[in-house]
Nanobody, 121 residues
Framework: QVQLVESGGGLVQPGGSLRLSCAAS????????MGWYRQAPGKQRELVAR???????NYADSVKGRFTISRDNAKNTVSLQMNSLKPEDTAVYYC???????????????WGQGTQVTVSS
C-alpha cells in the first residue's frame, strides 16, 4: 500500500511563509507526478502546483511568483515553499501522487490526509 504523509501546515500572519512537505512510502516503482491541491471551506478542491518526474511544473495563477514546488524523485518527496501568504490562501492543503506504479504491478493515484494552512492576523 502507498501512503502520503504531509507536514508543515499551521497558522501564519499575512505576508509570512510556510513550507509544506509530503513523503510517499510503500513499494513504489515510479510516479509520474506529485502535486499540491487545496480546498477552502465551501469551495472545490483546486490545483496549487504540480511537478512531473521530468521536472515540468505548473502553478495556479493565484500563486505564481509566491509559491515554489520542488521534488526529490529518489526520496519520493515533494515540497511547497509558500511565501507572501495571503488570507485567501487559507485552506486544507493536500498532497497527491499521480500515476504511481508499485513493484507488484498496477497504477493508481493517491492522496494525503491534508494539512491545514491558516493565514490570519
Amino acid at each position: 500500500q502507498v501512503q502520503l504523509v504531509e507536514s508543515g501546515g499551521g497558522l501564519v500572519q499575512p505576508g509570512g511563509s510556510l513550507r509544506l512537505s509530503c513523503a510517499a512510502s510503500g513499494s513504489i516503482f515510479s510516479m509520474s507526478a506529485m502535486g499540491w491541491y487545496r480546498q477552502a471551506p465551501g469551495k472545490q478542491r483546486e490545483l496549487v502546483a504540480r511537478i512531473t518526474s521530468g521536472g515540468s511544473i505548473n502553478y495556479a495563477d493565484s500563486v505564481k511568483g509566491r509559491f515554489t514546488i520542488s521534488r526529490d524523485n529518489a526520496k519520493n518527496t515533494v515540497s511547497l515553499q509558500m511565501n507572501s501568504l495571503k488570507p485567501e490562501d487559507t485552506a486544507v492543503y493536500y498532497c497527491k501522487a499521480d500515476g504511481v506504479r508499485v513493484v507488484t504491478g498496477g497504477r493508481a493515484d493517491y492522496w494525503g490526509q491534508g494539512t491545514q494552512v491558516t493565514v490570519s492576523s
